[in-house]
């Protein structure tokens, strides 16, 4: 049964930063783009960043670009969201992707990670 699950969330002021990560389990990630979504209260889900197999190609939504970081770990099948100087409207539950075969076709997800930030 392949799982992604997320960690890292948690509640912290404007200008703090976190760490999230997705662990991987029950299908090697190694040659698949992965990619971080998230939903705030009320909105859709946007895209946040997007990380190729190799790590080579990386992605970020303009509204993180220059905060946040992505992070591929093959050998731990893992990847990471490195959050700086959060604001309060990144509030909200941050996902994991799997976009296998790199086709931007996210055929798994994890549960998700609360992320709240406090002004």
């Known amino acids: 049964q392949v799982q992604l699950i997320e960690s890292g969330g948690r509640l912290v002021q404007a200008g703090g930063s976190l760490r999230l990560s997705c662990e991987a389990s029950?299908?090697?990630?190694?040659?698949?783009?992965m990619a971080w979504f998230r939903r705030a209260p009320g909105k859709e889900r946007e895209f946040v960043a997007r990380?190729?197999?190799?790590?080579?190609?990386?992605r970020y939504a303009g509204s993180v670009k220059g905060r946040f970081t992505i992070s591929k770990d093959n050998a731990k099948n893992t990847v990471y969201l490195q959050m700086n100087s959060l604001k309060p409207e990144d509030t909200a539950v941050y996902y994991c992707?799997?976009?296998?075969?790199?086709?931007?076709?996210?055929?798994?997800w994890g549960q998700g990670t609360q992320v709240t930030v406090s002004s």
């Open positions: 992707a799997a976009d296998v075969g790199s086709t931007y076709n996210y055929v798994y």
């Open positions: 990380i190729s197999w190799s790590g080579s190609s990386i």
């Open positions: 029950g299908r090697s990630f190694s040659s698949d783009a």
